[in-house]
Nanobody, 123 residues
Framework: QVQLVESGGGLVQAGGSLRLSCAASGHTVVTYIMGWFRQAPGKEREFVAG????????NYADSVKGRFTIFRDNAKNAVYLQMNSLKPEDTAVYYC????????????????WGQGTQVTVTV
């Protein structure tokens, strides 16, 4: 099994920045995609960003394009989400995920999930 642990969430003022980290352990050789999802109160979990692990091809939700960047460190088995120009609507629990799907935006294509880290953006 693959275990994922997120960190880096917190409270930040609108316009500020945060960097989320996701450390992966266990059997990851068959993991092709890693991504970030988020879930706000009363809303469904939504796709934020994904990356093809070995090659580095990325995909982003329209709501975060130009503000968020996903990147990975293959040697450390870690994936990161740099979040800039944060808005109150970015407030959510952010989840790291890993899967074998070729479409990073499909939630059901991910097999493993972290426990989540809270990001709160104040006005």
């Amino acid at each position: 099994q693959v275990q994922l642990v997120e960190s880096g969430g917190g409270l930040v003022q609108a316009g500020g920045s945060l960097r989320l980290s996701c450390a992966a352990s266990g059997h990851t050789v068959v993991t092709y995609i890693m991504g970030w999802f988020r879930q706000a109160p009363g809303k469904e979990r939504e796709f934020v960003a994904g990356i093809w692990w070995r090659i580095g091809i990325t995909n982003y939700a329209d709501s975060v394009k130009g503000r968020f960047t996903i990147f990975r460190d293959n040697a450390k088995n870690a994936v990161y989400l740099q979040m800039n120009s944060l808005k109150p609507e970015d407030t959510a629990v952010y989840y790291c995920a890993a899967g074998t799907t070729t479409d990073a935006s499909i939630r059901d294509g991910y097999n493993y999930w972290g426990q989540g880290t809270q990001v709160t953006v104040t006005v």
